[in-house]
């Protein structure tokens, strides 16, 4: 199921070109260029922003889902990472990537979420019974008892560890982009990763046990 | 011929380096084949060179994050090396490396998602308004449309794939008409038909405003008895209910506009206020969470934006005034005080109650409701017939005839539209996916609509008067009983006598004045208290926490049983295995849970539908606390983790509370969830709208056994060290030593705290405001329950009956 080196390294080489590889169907076949957004941003901000919602938004919400595993509490800091986004625009300039931009302001206000006071972060176990509703969710892989884990692995992760690994595993961002984005160095970078894979690694390895033996 | 001399240290070394000369290294090698000490002493050379020229060995701790950033080739080669060289000898780190491969690509595989219309509605409209304010002072227009245009073409795939797909669970239903054009600030303020007719669940009691003879009408809802006639003055046209306080709220639209409060309990006005509103008050609403007063408030000034003014519950003073979109005509809060929809001419707009920004928009207006799992639905005018569109977890729309008045959710899930038939009215419910399931005439042309969940009867309020209808048949539609208003020519108190026997609920025969609504059987203990013995039963072993309505209890043979206080008829609701331990049972208001802690069941009892599902919940019996919120969600504190179970989805949830150890749980009417921390003493207060937990530290010297938040919204804590905690926004308000254990507590029917106690002599119960004026009741009790009438009732754990005390009999 993992991506190979060799489409790893695709994966870095297309970023460099300015498009992103699609992961789900909300994915655009290709996205706005930065620079046009950015001067846009400048010239016309609500079309900017119009813009960018309609090609991020799916971006942001999923991985705001991942982080909070709560699609309320998602669907809150989306709105607060636009709105965000749209006062900052005029922090905007020509060098800007729009997307990490993004996932800069999103994890920040994510983090805030969770720490403006102690926070609930619900996650969804499962069905009683079988009338489970989704509204939001798009499950084309149909392993929900695997995902339910990793999700739950995840939201027991130290925020920051698990923002790096979600930013390295589901976007591929290099360790230098995360370190822009986390705003810290490139070691921390490489510290969180480790730690996140190594606390999943636990978490995971004695869930999979628990679930063959039970 | 003798062995040759020893090797030297210095050519040992030299001969490892092969730095010596051919005849000397040949010699040298000679003399090592023979010498067993200098082939030793050339070995240690040997592995003390390899270890210098080897990398520097690492802890695992290092070499994890260098494999695993080796892993995404994030290292230099240096690093590299070490970090190979670690995993070379180091198996617990090769397998970490190995796990790492499927790591990532589980993590990307997790399902994507796109954020509800919600937050597409709050962007788009922060874009329509900036695009607005930019138009005034525009600039750069050239550049800035040229710039539109390419990302415009850049964006079109996007925008064509996001509108391709589905929003949401979907279903076969038509596709949303686009929101029609908001009317301008010049419509006129119409007071509209609203609210004419208000169920008071705590009391029971139905409320008809008559604006044309200045009253209010209250009646029993389930038999229909005249109960008051509240003269309020003016003109009364809608009603709302502050359900925690108990009291009725009227708009009074007489030429002074005023707001008039009734006494729950006592059915006597309490109160009026002049609205201080520029403007005409179109719609008022209460505000569950705090009790705070929504006004909707409209002007016929163009230059006078539409308005919600948000008043104090208390003072009505107003507290906040911001301009909204529409002119409501009518105004829906939800369960939890979150959103409101503003009902206007022709479109239904959703806004954030606390914030009052937009979140959505539906086409049509004449009723709004929220449902009971949180959709929208709108009710308009299709032709001459009406519409149902509903947003939500299931988008879908649908129409039928009749002409659209009003709309309600029923607590069961769906919806029930009052629609004019022309010459009568009729009631349509609607499945929550807006399928017509039954339909009912009603004798008149009604106003507005209500759903009483105890008795399934709607009460229609109409020119001609009120109309009870039973649950609308599809076959043979009822008969409903009409009640005339009250008029200019009829008094008040025969007009308001049921013209036609109550369909449902016998009413209850003469009886002395002493027992009225005590059941026949109940016999005098002594003064002030009652005995009902209930024949062929077990005794209570667990009392039902909650709601008014039945008693509910489980008695010694494990049968979960509801009580009808009135007539003190027991029936058996269901039959619990024998070898259940039931810790409590928790009622909702359409649903009633028995918690068995010995086999982790829950048994789910579903008032509408009668039907009792055992649920197999695994963290139930190792649950620490439970309790209920007003939309029937049970809650459960297990270990360091709070779960929740929402019955009409059977789906559960669970959401880490870490450092607390949670012993007790309560809730309060706005949906809070109050819990102690008993590892560090302190009580914390989870906010479900906003997922906060606010906390604030109460010393004790018992564990907290019971909590409840009375009518005034304060927190009462119990422990089992006889500590009484009476804690008002956020302080720590008194505390009271009752000098015996607190077993539980408990509310009456006007909102009140009781506490049970035990000591030697029995159990104490009392009003945690007057502990001293408690009474004993000799006997173990198992649990204080409070019916609509304030009558307590005690189990008596050892023989099958209750005492009934009578409040104010002593």
Redesign the interface.
């Known amino acids: 199921?993992?991506?190979s080196?060799g489409a790893?390294?695709l994966f870095a080489s297309l970023r460099e070109e300015g498009t992103r590889p699609g992961?789900?169907?909300?994915?655009?076949?290709?996205?706005?260029?930065d620079a046009?957004?950015v001067?846009?941003a400048r010239?016309?901000?609500?079309?900017?922003?119009?813009?960018m919602?309609?090609?991020y938004?799916?971006r942001i919400?999923?991985f705001l889902?991942?982080f909070l595993a709560?699609?309320?509490?998602?669907?809150d800091v989306?709105?607060e990472t636009?709105?965000k986004a749209?006062a900052a625009f005029a922090s905007l300039t020509n060098g800007h990537r729009v997307l990490p931009w993004l996932y800069r302001i999103a994890s920040n206000a994510a983090v805030d979420h969770l720490r403006?006071?102690?926070?609930?972060?619900?996650?969804?176990?499962?069905?009683?019974?079988d009338?489970?509703?989704e509204?939001?969710?798009?499950?084309?892989?149909g392993r929900v008892p695997?995902?339910e884990h990793?999700?739950a692995v995840?939201?027991?992760l130290p925020p920051e560890n698990a923002i790096a690994?979600?930013l390295?595993?589901?976007e591929g961002y290099?360790?230098l982009e995360i370190a822009q984005i986390q705003g810290c160095t490139?070691t921390a970078v490489?510290?969180r990763?480790?730690?996140a894979?190594?606390s999943?690694?636990r978490a995971?390895?004695q869930g999979a046990e628990t679930r063959q033996t039970g | 011929m003798g062995r040759s001399t020893c090797l030297s240290a210095e050519t040992l070394s030299a001969f490892l380096d092969a730095e010596l000369a051919e005849p000397e290294r040949r010699d040298a090698q000679q003399h090592l084949r023979e010498c067993a000490a200098c082939s030793a002493e050339l070995a240690t050379y040997r592995s003390v060179e390899a270890l210098v020229a080897a990398p520097a060995p690492v802890e695992c701790a290092t070499a994890?994050?260098l494999?695993?950033?080796r892993h995404?080739?994030?290292l230099t080669q240096d690093e590299a090396l070490v970090a190979e060289a670690h995993a070379a000898t180091c198996l617990s780190c090769r397998s970490?490396l190995a796990?790492?491969?499927?790591?990532?690509?589980?993590?990307?595989?997790?399902?994507?998602?796109?954020?509800?219309t919600?937050?597409?509605a709050?962007?788009?409209a922060?874009?329509?308004r900036?695009?607005v304010r930019?138009r005034r002072g525009r600039r750069?227009l050239v550049?800035?449309l040229a710039?539109?245009g390419?990302?415009?073409t850049?964006?079109v795939?996007?925008?064509l794939?996001?509108a391709l797909?589905p929003q949401?669970?979907g279903g076969p239903q038509e596709a949303l008409q686009p929101p029609a054009p908001i009317a301008g600030g010049g419509a006129l303020a119409i007071v509209a038909s609203v609210q004419q007719v208000l169920l008071n669940p705590r009391t029971n009691t139905l409320y008809v405003a008559h604006p044309d003879d200045g009253t209010v009408g209250a009646f029993n809802a389930t038999t229909q008895e005249d109960i008051a006639t509240i003269r309020v003055g003016g003109r009364p046209v809608a009603l709302a209910l502050n359900e925690s306080a108990n009291r009725i709220l009227v708009l009074d639209d007489s030429s002074t506009q005023s707001l008039i409060e009734i006494d729950g309990a006592t059915n006597t006005v309490l109160s009026s206020t002049v609205f201080a509103v520029s403007g005409t008050v179109t719609a008022i609403q209460v505000d569950p969470a705090n009790g705070n007063i929504f006004a909707a408030v409209t002007s016929a000034q163009p230059q006078t934006p539409p308005a919600l003014v948000v008043l104090d519950g208390s003072t009505k003073k107003t507290e906040s005034t911001r301009t909204v979109p529409v002119a409501a005509q009518r105004m829906v809060l939800d369960q939890l005080g979150q959103r409101a929809l503003l009902v206007s001419d022709n479109v239904t707009t959703l806004v954030d109650a606390s914030t009052f920004k937009q979140l959505d928009q539906l086409p049509g207006g004449v009723a709004a409701t929220f449902s009971a799992n949180g959709s929208v639905a709108v009710l308009s005018v299709n032709g001459g017939g009406s519409r149902i569109t509903i947003a939500?977890?299931q988008n879908a729309s649908a129409t039928f005839d009749g002409a659209p008045l009003a709309l309600i959710a029923l607590p069961q899930g769906g919806y029930a539209a009052l629609v004019d038939d022309g010459t009568s009215g009729r009631i349509v419910e609607l499945s929550a996916d807006g399928t017509v399931v039954k339909t009912a005439t009603v004798s008149l042309v009604g106003h507005d609509l209500t759903y009483n969940a105890k008795t399934k009867q709607y009460a229609v309020a109409g020119d001609r008067g009120l109309a009870y209808v039973g649950g609308p048949a599809a076959a043979a539609p009822n008969t409903p009983s009409a009640v005339p208003t009250p008029g200019a020519s009829t008094p008040p108190s025969t007009a308001t006598t049921p013209a036609a026997p109550a369909p449902v609920a016998a009413i209850p025969g003469p009886q002395v004045e002493k027992q009225a609504a005590l059941p026949e059987a109940a016999t005098l203990a002594w003064k002030g208290m009652y005995r009902l013995d209930l024949v062929d039963r077990g005794n209570p072993t667990v009392v039902g926490r909650g709601r008014a309505g039945h008693l509910w209890y489980v008695d010694s043979a494990n049968r979960l049983t509801a009580l009808d206080t009135l007539t003190g008829d027991a029936f058996t609701i269901a039959q619990l295995p024998r070898a259940a331990t039931i810790r409590s049972v928790e009622v909702g208001t359409s649903f009633v849970y028995a918690i068995d802690v010995s086999t982790s069941v829950v048994y789910v009892v579903s008032l509408p539908s009668e039907k009792v599902t055992p649920?197999k919940?695994p963290f139930v019996k190792s649950s620490e606390a439970v309790t209920i919120t007003p939309d029937d969600t049970l809650w459960f504190a297990v270990a360091d983790q709070?779960?929740?179970?929402d019955p009409r989805?059977?789906?559960?949830?669970?959401?880490?509370?870490g450092l607390y150890s949670v012993g007790a749980m309560a809730s309060d009417s706005a949906g809070r969830v109050w819990f102690t921390d008993e590892a560090h003493d302190k009580i914390?207060l989870?906010d479900r709208r906003?997922?906060?937990?606010?906390?604030m530290p109460l010393p004790r010297k018992g564990a907290v056994t019971s909590m409840v938040v009375d009518a005034s919204g304060t927190l009462w804590a119990g422990t089992d060290a006889g500590e009484l905690f009476a804690i008002r926004s956020g302080q720590l308000a008194g505390t009271t030593l009752l000098a015996r254990p607190v077993l539980e507590l408990a509310l009456d029917g006007r909102g009140n705290a009781w506490f049970l106690g035990s000591d030697a002599r029995g159990g104490t119960f009392g009003q945690v405001q007057g502990p001293a004026s408690a009474q004993i009741v000799p006997a173990s009790i198992a649990g204080l329950w409070f019916d609509a009438g304030g009558h307590a009732w005690l189990a008596d754990r050892s023989s099958a009956g209750f005492f009934i005390a009578v409040p104010g009999a002593r």
């Open positions: 199921m993992r991506p080196v790893l390294s992961h789900g169907p909300y994915e655009a076949p290709a996205t706005p260029a046009q957004l001067a846009l010239e016309a901000p609500a079309d900017a922003l119009e813009a919602y309609s090609a938004k799916g919400y999923t889902l991942r709560d699609p309320e509490m998602a669907d989306t709105q636009f709105t749209y403006r006071g102690k926070r609930f972060r619900w996650l969804r176990l499962g069905a009683v019974a009338t489970a509703d509204p939001h969710m798009r499950d084309d892989h695997e995902r990793i999700q995840l939201r027991g690994l979600l390295h595993a589901v290099s360790y490139m490489r510290s990763i480790a730690r894979r190594v999943f690694r995971y390895g | 994890v994050a494999l695993s950033a995404d080739r994030e970490d796990a790492f491969d499927g790591l990532d690509a589980a993590i990307a595989g997790l399902p994507v998602a796109i954020p509800s919600k937050v597409d709050a962007i788009a922060l874009v329509d900036e695009t930019s750069g550049a800035g710039l539109r390419a990302v415009a850049a964006l795939g996007a925008i794939l996001a797909q949401g669970g939500g977890a649920v919940l709070i779960l929740r179970f989805t059977s789906l559960w949830e669970a959401a880490n509370v914390a989870y906003n997922h906060s937990v606010t906390e």
